[in-house]
C-alpha cells in the first residue's frame, strides 16, 4: 500500500485534477455568455454528457472488469455483476438520502430540509460528479497496482472523457445559478465546488482500492453502476423532455464514440 500511495503522491495528483479543470473551465462559462442556457444548447451539453459517461463505463471500467476476472473462466461475470449493482444501490441511497434539486425540476429530492435552491442545486451536481471521480481513481489504482488490463493511458483518457464531458456540466450548473440571482463570481465558484468532489472521491477509491487489490474488478464495476445510474437517472430525462430532444440524442451518439476513440488510441 505505501508503494501505491507513494506513486499516487508522487505522479498521479496532477491526473486526478484534470477532471475539475474541465468544470471549472465550464463554470468559467457564466462570464462571457448571456443571462441563460439556451435549451437547445443545454439539451446538446446534456446529451454529450451522457454518450461520454455510457462510453467510459463500458471501455473503461466494465471490459477492464471482465478482464481481470478472466481467471474465473464461465463466472467471470460475477465481479462486473455484483460491483455494478452495488454502485447502482450506493446511488440510489444518496438520492434518497442527501436533500437536492435537479436543473429544470421545481420539487426537490430526498430527505426534507429547508436548505435553499440553489444549495440543493449543487448538491444535484455534487452527486452527480462522485461516481466520475471514482471511475477516474479505481482506474489509476489498477494502473499503479500493475495490472496489464489498464495502462497509464487508458487511465489517462478517462481522465481526459470525464475532463471533456464535465466542461458542460460546469457552464449547465454555474448558468442556472446566476439566472436564481447569483452574482457571476458566485455562480463560478459554486460550479467548481461542485467538481472538488471528483479528485477527493478518485483520492479515496484509490487508497480503498490498494487495501483490497483482488477485488479490483469490483470496484471497477462499482464505478460504472453509479456512473450509469446518474445517466439514467437525470441527465437522458432531462436531455429527453419537451421539443428538440433529437439534439440531445445526436450529441449522445457524438459523445460516446469521442470517448470511445479516445479509450481506444490511448488505451
Known amino acids: 500500500m505505501n508503494n501505491i500511495f507513494n506513486s499516487f503522491i508522487n505522479s498521479i495528483t496532477p491526473a486526478l485534477l484534470i477532471p475539475l479543470l474541465g468544470t471549472t473551465l465550464g463554470s468559467a462559462c457564466v462570464f462571457f455568455m448571456g443571462n441563460s442556457l439556451n435549451p437547445k444548447l443545454q439539451k446538446a451539453l446534456q446529451g454529450f454528457a451522457s454518450g461520454v459517461m455510457v462510453a467510459a463505463s463500458i471501455w473503461s471500467l466494465l471490459l477492464p472488469a471482465f478482464d481481470l476476472s478472466s481467471s474465473m473462466g464461465k463466472l467471470s461475470f460475477i465481479p462486473a455483476v455484483v460491483g455494478f449493482w452495488v454502485g447502482i444501490f450506493f446511488l440510489l441511497s444518496l438520492d434518497h438520502l ?3 434539486l435537479h436543473l429544470g425540476s421545481s420539487q426537490a429530492e430526498g430527505v426534507k430540509s429547508h436548505l435553499k435552491k440553489t444549495t440543493m442545486m449543487i448538491f444535484a451536481v455534487t452527486i452527480h460528479n462522485l461516481p466520475e471521480g471514482m ?4 482506474v489509476y489504482a ?18 481526459l472523457g470525464i475532463a471533456i464531458q464535465n466542461f458542460p456540466e ?6 442556472p445559478l446566476k439566472t436564481e440571482g447569483i452574482s457571476r463570481r458566485k455562480s463560478f465558484v459554486y460550479g467548481t465546488l461542485s467538481g472538488v468532489v471528483e479528485p477527493l472521491g478518485a ?31 437525470e441527465l437522458i430525462p432531462e436531455m429527453s423532455q419537451g421539443i428538440h430532444s433529437d439534439i440531445g440524442t445526436t450529441m449522445f451518439a457524438l459523445g460516446f464514440t469521442v470517448m470511445m476513440t479516445l479509450d481506444v488510441v490511448l488505451g
Not at 471511475?135 to 479505481?138: E, L, R, T, Y
Not at 489498477?142 to 481522465?159: E, K, R
Not at 460546469?170 to 448558468?175: F, L, N, T, V
Open 98 to 100: 442527501i436533500p437536492h
Open 135 to 138: 471511475a477516474v481513481g479505481v
Open 142 to 159: 489498477g494502473f499503479l497496482s500493475g495490472n496489464s488490463s489498464i495502462s497509464a493511458m487508458g487511465a489517462l483518457s478517462l481522465a
Open 170 to 175: 460546469g457552464a449547465i450548473i454555474s448558468m
Open 203 to 233: 483520492f479515496l477509491m484509490i487508497v480503498a482500492s490498494s487495501l483490497f487489490l483482488p477485488v479490483l474488478p469490483y470496484f471497477l464495476a462499482f464505478a460504472a453502476g453509479a456512473m450509469i445510474y446518474v445517466v439514467v437517472e
